[in-house]
């Protein structure tokens, strides 16, 4: 099975609580990622064993290299902080070498209690854990840096939430868990040695290429890791994602989408879309995304203040324009992403005014954002689409297609750029939720697997997969995530 290193573990215990994962009463196998495990260099031999691999993957056995640890982090929740979080529900049992040479963090989730559980229980209903194989694995294939799944297992045993629930762990792979908020964690006690530490461990880890060995190289960092969430943002606006629950605990370092709790997808675009049942007044909202990235991006630039000068208004002075400039770096990124998204590679300011003007009318006539960009992609060469598009967007349609003339664009390359950036398929919240009441009804995991084959391929049309592409907008004008896993 696998064998762990864990560099995270030589930073010291001020990082982490050293606990393992509780057993479970009867762990059965109910998800498996072949592809991601093929990746961690896991032999076929060693995944043919569902019973080992259950055992191993509900944290019923360990293996002698594994160090399981629950590590602490504070965090900005909701925009009030929180000084000690930390890994209520989770154990790192060590990191792994990808194939592309690359260190992941394996994690386990509702595995436990730890010290960090505040009054928790340390479990996962089964629900939650699939849904965040699924949506993970969509994201992955969608082309948003993301962290994924290994497994899902089922404990045997219930957890109580509203009413008992069958119980799961779900092993994440990240590339770590270094967060905005294990920044925090330190800072806010004026643990600066350990702040030191965390820094140069995350350029090591993640940022190999800052070279620096003055205290410009946590500029640097901070710059890097902006340019990271920056590039995670517009990806999650290219396909409608809303992450739900943004806080500074839930911003990792590396850049990778993180948990899945809350998260849903846009059908109807409108930048107020919200459907997390805890974000009450719409901070975490689809449009608000890239605001509160700044923000988060801000008290990270807090966190490191210290360590940039020991007066702190001249650290605030090296800092403060790297955070001024997200909106102009955002602006160019999601301008950019919008006009790939209709098939222009390097537009001018003209154009991209003309482009907005199309989400303007997608949220005036209540359109459905992945659908709407699908038809425009597939209206080239379908004169029946184009004549609906023209009744819906009005001049907007043609004028468009003219500027694509006008900036010797051909069509064909236009359509390839288009089919490259807009999905076919998102996992849709209905049919998500369609899905997870199957699994939970039926013991197996047969339909989370029949829609993965979908998901994991979403750019390319496949028999079957109409079905999966329609939206539901009154089904969305109800829905509401939770904080689950």
Same mark, same amino acid.
């Given at each position: 099975?696998?064998?762990?290193?864990?560099?995270?573990?030589?930073?010291?215990?001020?990082?982490?609580?050293?606990?393992?994962?509780?057993?479970?009463?009867?762990?059965?196998?109910?998800?498996?990622?072949?592809?991601?495990?093929?990746?961690?260099?896991?032999?076929?031999?060693?995944?043919?064993?569902?019973?080992?691999?259950?055992?191993?993957?509900?944290?019923?056995?360990?293996?002698?290299?594994?160090?399981?640890?629950?590590?602490?982090?504070?965090?900005?929740?909701?925009?009030?902080?929180?000084?000690?979080?930390?890994?209520?529900?989770?154990?790192?049992?060590?990191?792994?070498?990808?194939?592309?040479?690359?260190?992941?963090?394996?994690?386990?989730?509702?595995?436990?209690?730890?010290?960090?559980?505040?009054?928790?229980?340390?479990?996962?209903?089964?629900?939650?854990?699939?849904?965040?194989?699924?949506?993970?694995?969509?994201?992955?294939?969608?082309?948003?840096?993301?962290?994924?799944?290994?497994?899902?297992?089922?404990?045997?045993?219930?957890?109580?939430?509203?009413?008992?629930?069958?119980?799961?762990? !779900?092993? *994440? =792979?990240?590339?770590?868990? %270094?967060?905005?908020? &294990?920044?925090?964690?330190? @800072?806010?006690?004026?643990?600066?040695?350990?702040?030191?530490?965390?820094?140069?461990?995350?350029?090591?880890?993640?940022?190999?290429?800052?070279?620096?060995?003055?205290?410009?190289?946590?500029?640097?960092?901070?710059?890097?890791?902006?340019?990271?969430?920056?590039?995670?943002?517009?990806?999650?606006?290219?396909?409608?994602?809303?992450?739900?629950?943004?806080?500074?605990?839930?911003?990792?370092?590396?850049?990778?989408?993180?948990?899945?709790?809350?998260?849903?997808?846009?059908?109807?675009?409108?930048?107020?879309?919200?459907?997390?049942?805890?974000?009450?007044?719409?901070?975490?909202?689809?449009?608000?995304?890239?605001?509160?990235?700044?923000?988060?991006?801000?008290?990270?630039?807090?966190?490191?203040?210290?360590?940039?000068?020991?007066?702190?208004?001249?650290? !605030?002075? *090296? =800092?403060?324009?790297?955070? %001024?400039?997200?909106? &102009?770096?955002?602006?160019? @990124?999601?301008?950019?992403?919008?006009?790939?998204?209709?098939?222009?590679?390097?537009?001018?300011?003209?154009?991209?005014?003309?482009?907005?003007?199309?989400?303007?009318?997608?949220?005036?006539?209540?359109?459905?954002?992945?659908?709407?960009?699908?038809?425009?992609?597939?209206?080239?060469?379908?004169?029946?689409?184009?004549?609906?598009?023209?009744?819906?967007?009005?001049?907007?349609?043609?004028?468009?297609?003219?500027?694509?003339?006008a900036a010797n664009i051909d069509f064909a390359a236009a359509k390839q750029l288009m089919q490259h950036h807009n999905p076919l398929l998102i996992p849709r919240n209905h049919h998500v939720e369609e899905v997870l009441d199957k699994c939970q009804e039926s013991g197996n995991s047969d339909a989370a697997e029949h829609y993965l084959r979908f998901l994991r391929s979403p750019y390319n049309a496949q028999n079957g997969m109409a079905y999966f592409q329609q939206a539901d907008a009154e089904a969305d004008e109800n829905y509401h995530t939770f904080c689950g896993t």
């Amino acid at each position: 099975m696998m064998k762990y290193s864990n560099t995270y573990i030589k930073l010291g215990d001020a990082f982490f609580q050293r606990i393992e994962p509780a057993t479970v009463a009867e762990p059965k196998l109910q998800l498996w990622n072949k592809d991601l495990a093929a990746s961690l260099q896991l032999s076929s031999d060693e995944c043919q064993d569902k019973h080992k691999l259950a055992q191993v993957f509900s944290g019923n056995e360990l293996a002698d290299s594994a160090e399981p640890i629950a590590l602490a982090y504070a965090g900005h929740q909701f925009g009030h902080f929180n000084p000690q979080l930390g890994d209520g529900r989770a154990h790192l049992l060590g990191e792994v070498i990808d194939n592309e040479n690359i260190r992941r963090d394996i994690q386990l989730k509702g595995s436990g209690r730890t010290h960090f559980s505040r009054q928790g229980d340390g479990r996962c209903a089964l629900g939650p854990a699939i849904r965040e194989y699924i949506m993970s694995e969509a994201m992955y294939a969608l082309g948003v840096p993301t962290s994924r799944c290994l497994a899902v297992v089922t404990t045997g045993e219930n957890v109580i939430r509203e009413v008992a629930l069958p119980g799961a762990v !779900v092993t *994440r =792979v990240a590339s770590s868990h %270094i967060r905005v908020g &294990t920044f925090q964690y330190f @800072a806010a006690r004026g643990d600066i040695e350990s702040l030191l530490s965390l820094a140069d461990y995350t350029i090591a880890r993640h940022y190999s290429d800052i070279t620096d060995d003055t205290t410009e190289r946590f500029v640097q960092l901070l710059e890097r890791v902006i340019e990271k969430q920056i590039q995670l943002i517009v990806q999650w606006l290219r396909v409608g994602f809303i992450h739900g629950v943004m806080n500074t605990d839930n911003t990792a370092i590396c850049g990778e989408t993180i948990d899945f709790g809350p998260c849903a997808m846009m059908g109807v675009y409108d930048p107020a879309t919200v459907f997390s049942s805890i974000d009450r007044n719409g901070r975490y909202a689809f449009g608000n995304q890239a605001k509160i990235a700044q923000w988060n991006m801000a008290r990270f630039a807090e966190a490191l203040l210290p360590l940039i000068d020991c007066v702190q208004d001249s650290a !605030v002075k *090296r =800092v403060e324009p790297l955070i %001024i400039n997200f909106s &102009t770096q955002y602006e160019q @990124a999601f301008n950019t992403m919008l006009a790939n998204k209709l098939g222009f590679a390097h537009p001018d300011d003209a154009d991209i005014e003309h482009l907005k003007e199309l989400l303007i009318i997608m949220h005036k006539n209540s359109l459905d954002y992945t659908q709407t960009f699908t038809q425009l992609t597939n209206s080239f060469e379908q004169a029946d689409i184009a004549d609906k598009l023209k009744a819906t967007l009005g001049s907007w349609y043609d004028s468009w297609q003219a500027k694509l003339c006008a900036a010797n664009i051909d069509f064909a390359a236009a359509k390839q750029l288009m089919q490259h950036h807009n999905p076919l398929l998102i996992p849709r919240n209905h049919h998500v939720e369609e899905v997870l009441d199957k699994c939970q009804e039926s013991g197996n995991s047969d339909a989370a697997e029949h829609y993965l084959r979908f998901l994991r391929s979403p750019y390319n049309a496949q028999n079957g997969m109409a079905y999966f592409q329609q939206a539901d907008a009154e089904a969305d004008e109800n829905y509401h995530t939770f904080c689950g896993t």
